[in-house]
């Protein structure tokens, strides 16, 4: 293309000449705007003339900017005016992605790579099962809390169980706040206003000392480390997840005390006292792997990220789930930390509140699920009553 500027006869437009190529019998023209701004020159380019731009055109988008110049709002260069219209292309784009589409292209890839495999099935079916059928079609900011309460009145009349119900609608409000975070929707989730069945999935079961010393013995004919895990976590009462995070910098081994860190409830970190059945474990660790951080690593060399098949297997060969349906007497890894918290409960030598301190629990209420188990409890506290009257 040719370098020489020719004038249009249009003031602010020009344009240039290509070498070879022609527009009708006239070779193709370059147009091209120039003005200035705030003192600096400015020339920005319009388009060919094969492309149907012309003087005309380039001369209405000068005006244009013009005027924005005058009245200082809108774009105040083509550049910027580009740019505007990709946004706004874009916004239009996000504003028409259906729920389907969210979910198949943003959501699930991400829950691919930051959820466990079993969980990111789960979440792919109630997708595919219950929410697409319904919401999966329609831009995801126009669903509305109508469309959610046809969802769950299809999972009530199917029947699915209330602890569906509410997996379904947890997958939803998951998307939804990613779908919130990528500018997609916005405002309150229409998840808020629905009223979902109550679980109580509470867990009600614990061991007897028969029970855990055949259950930890088989558990270590298959895994020493699972078996160390198992046992401090019946010797403290800390979650699994709680041990996996734990590191050497955690632990003091001369004061048989620890630190929860990034517990379940909301990150809080709490004191554990190890036993010294514990503590010797510990010990035992320490003196051969003293250069890892964390305490208890994965075959792979990393954090662990869940359970063994171990403590399920070992549950199972002993036959401690036998004939039982609900989640709440099932027996599981969690079930240590149910009967570190149960035995103590049965000793009568703690207080819920100081039960409360050692769970790490947020609020009394969560530890009153144990006030069954306090020996005499109710009967004791209304002696008192007797006593204070005598």
Not at 202 to 214: G, I, M, N, P, V
Not at 271 to 277: A, D, L, M, S
Request: glycine share 6%.
């Amino acid at each position: 293309m040719s370098r020489k500027w020719y004038p249009s006869g249009t003031p602010g437009v020009r344009y240039r000449k290509h070498p070879t190529r022609k527009n009708g019998k006239q070779p193709d023209r370059y147009y091209a705007i120039y003005y200035k701004l705030h003192g600096k020159s400015i020339n920005e380019g319009i388009g060919w003339s094969s492309d149907n731009i012309t003087r005309d055109v380039a001369n209405e988008l000068r005006a244009a900017l013009r005027k924005n110049h005058i009245s200082g709002e809108g774009y105040q260069t083509l550049k910027e005016k580009k740019l505007l219209e990709e946004k706004e292309s874009a916004r239009l784009e996000r504003d028409s992605i259906t729920f389907a589409d969210f979910c198949k292209d943003v959501y699930m890839p991400l829950q691919k790579v930051n959820t466990k495999e079993k969980s990111h099935s789960q979440e792919e079916r109630n997708i595919r099962i219950w929410l697409n059928p319904v919401i999966g079609h329609l831009p995801f900011k126009d669903v509305t809390e109508d469309h959610l309460e046809t969802v769950k009145k299809n999972m009530i009349y199917a029947p699915r169980s209330p602890r569906t119900i509410l997996y379904v609608f947890t997958t939803f409000g998951h998307a939804w706040r990613l779908a919130s975070k990528k500018g997609v929707v916005t405002g309150q989730s229409p998840k808020a206003e629905i009223k979902l069945p109550k679980v109580n999935n509470k867990s009600l079961r614990f061991f007897s000392q028969e029970e855990c010393k055949d259950l930890l013995a088989e558990i270590k004919s298959r895994s020493k480390q699972w078996h160390d895990i198992c046992l401090i976590s019946l010797h403290t009462g800390m979650r699994l997840g709680e041990i996996f995070h734990l590191t050497w910098g955690d632990v003091d081994l001369q004061t048989k005390m620890g630190t929860a860190r990034d517990t379940k409830s909301e990150g809080r970190t709490r004191y554990v006292y190890f036993t010294e059945q514990a503590n010797d474990i510990l010990k035992s660790l320490f003196r051969k792997q003293r250069s890892n951080e964390i305490i208890f690593l994965s075959k792979t060399g990393g954090e662990i990220k869940e359970p063994s098949d171990s403590i399920s297997r070992s549950i199972e060969k002993l036959g401690l789930n036998f004939g039982v349906s609900d989640p709440r007497h099932r027996a599981k890894g969690h079930t240590f930390r149910h009967t570190y918290a149960s035995w103590l409960a049965q000793s009568g030598k703690v207080s819920l509140y100081e039960l409360k301190e050692l769970l790490g629990h947020q609020t009394i209420q969560q530890t009153e699920r144990y006030s069954h188990l306090l020996p005499e409890g109710i009967k004791t506290a209304a002696s008192k009553f007797e006593a204070i009257i005598s």
